[in-house]
């Protein structure tokens, strides 16, 4: 894949020399194309806008949660998917409408319930009747009512080319359809005057690169909400969708146009709808990684290099599992570049290590790059969704800055931690 490339032979990120950004900011260092972001948001509501149907895509800040990443999903109109006190805490900081947050979790404590009822969020999406239990008697106790989703596993799993048809459900989300537990969860909150059921939630994987997956999961859908509307006299107002949309992380994915997954989306629900005569619901979707993934370029700085003849040659750069835990734990794959070095040939295979004391500890195996010498600088892309968010100590390593660019310009939204921030919360054992 071409990237953007100066006069100089040095890779842009909108627009920006990446080794003007390494000098300011030090390495690693995470930078974020704003417009792309801004992008990649538009195509998911103008898409919907198009096709003249009521919905809400609401970021799923699991992929990226910051003040300013939340700034900038609120000013592209977005809805928010939390999934806990932080996450909403930082929605908070970042000014955005509680009314527009919806609450995910499969073990949400009494705080976390407490804090989305005291704000004001725009829905808590039930996972499980133990929640339920607690949120009645929260809802009882404050005299308050809420509006909620009711979280459904349609048995349909999926993740990328796969999908799993599992006829006894099988996961920690959700209430399942197939054994009576999701009926039985509406009939909970039908009689109940302080939770108002907008409508059914469903999330049937992540990184998914077709839209089979969706469909299946929208008919299983309409296949209970036809009996439970017999039954119950339910009619659902909305139905979500969850995320999961794919992105390309190297040249063998293959992911659809975000507008594709939209319409596909929004054909089947309407046709559901219309052959069994429901009015159409409010179609949500929650993509994070889809908003934010290709969005992000990790910078690195090369250290140590490691030939064995006839074996493999380790580069190793200065950061790892600590800024992006992906390949460890997932076995994800990257593409990068040398970013100095853009315009000259590549002549060698060469595999990207990280600083973990982890053979683990790998970022890229077997990539063609450039004459590379200690003190270049590496970038890894598509590294916006699921880095920052995922980043640990392990080691000690302080975590690495966030900088976002846009329009020629270039700040910094998460300050690099200090070796100081590493200790501050320890104390010091006095009873020895
Ligand atoms: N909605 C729900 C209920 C979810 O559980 C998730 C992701 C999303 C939306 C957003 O999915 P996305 O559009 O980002 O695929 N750490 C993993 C991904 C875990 C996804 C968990 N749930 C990774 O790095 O690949």
């Not at 300013?68 to 000013?75: F, G, P, Y």
């Not at 527009?100 to 989305?116: D, I, Q, R, T």
């Not at 106790?141 to 990328?160: C, N, Q, S, W």
Request: net charge negative; charged share 25%; proline share 4%.
């Amino acid at each position: 894949m071409r990237r953007p490339t100066n006069e100089r032979g040095h890779l842009t990120i909108g627009g920006i020399d990446a080794t003007v950004l390494a000098d300011t900011y030090g390495t690693p260092l995470y930078v974020y194309d704003v417009e792309k972001i801004r992008e990649n948001a538009r195509s998911f509501v103008r898409t919907f806008e198009a096709l003249d149907v009521k919905a809400q895509v609401a970021y799923a800040s699991k992929a990226f949660s910051s003040i300013a990443m939340l700034q900038v999903a609120k000013e592209e109109g977005l809805s928010l998917d939390v999934v806990s006190q932080g996450e909403m805490y930082t929605a908070i900081e970042a000014d955005f409408p509680p009314e527009k947050m919806h609450l995910h979790g499969n073990n949400k404590s009494v705080e976390e319930l407490e804090m989305a009822i005291d704000m004001g969020i725009g829905c808590i999406v039930v996972d499980n009747f133990y929640e339920l239990d607690l949120l009645e008697a929260l809802l009882k106790e404050k005299e308050k009512r809420i509006d909620v989703l009711l979280r459904v596993t349609p048995g349909i799993e999926a993740h990328t080319h796969d999908y799993i048809l599992t006829g006894q459900e099988d996961s920690k989300f959700g209430f399942d359809l197939s054994n009576g537990q999701a009926e039985a969860a509406l009939k909970q909150l039908l009689h109940h005057d302080q939770i108002l059921l907008k409508g059914l939630h469903c999330h049937i994987g992540s990184q998914i690169f077709e839209t089979d997956g969706f469909i299946m999961a929208v008919r299983k859908l309409f296949d209970a909400l036809e009996g439970w509307r017999d039954e119950h006299g339910f009619i659902p107002e909305v139905m979500n969708l969850g995320g999961g949309f794919g992105i390309r992380y190297t040249s063998e994915d293959e992911p659809l146009p975000l507008n594709m997954y939209v319409n596909e989306l929004v054909k089947e629900v309407k046709r559901q709808a219309y052959d069994r005569d429901f009015e159409l619901p409010e179609i949500w979707i929650e993509p994070g990684r889809s908003i934010v993934g290709d969005a992000g370029v990790t910078l690195y700085s090369v250290g140590s290099i490691k030939r064995i003849p006839d074996v493999r040659t380790y580069i190793a750069v200065n950061g790892g599992m600590t800024d992006n835990l992906r390949p460890a734990l997932y076995n994800a794959k990257y593409a990068a570049a040398v970013a100095n070095r853009m315009n000259e040939p590549l002549c060698e295979t060469v595999s990207i290590a990280g600083k973990c004391c982890e053979s683990g500890d790998m970022l890229i195996w077997d990539l063609e790059v450039p004459e590379i010498q200690s003190g270049d600088l590496l970038a890894t892309f598509s590294t916006g969704a699921y880095g920052y968010s995922m980043a640990n100590h392990y080691n000690r390593f302080p975590k690495a800055a966030v900088v976002f660019v846009e329009n020629g310009e270039h700040q910094l939204v998460i300050q690099r931690e200090s070796y100081q921030d590493t200790t501050r919360f320890d104390l010091p054992y006095t009873r020895g």
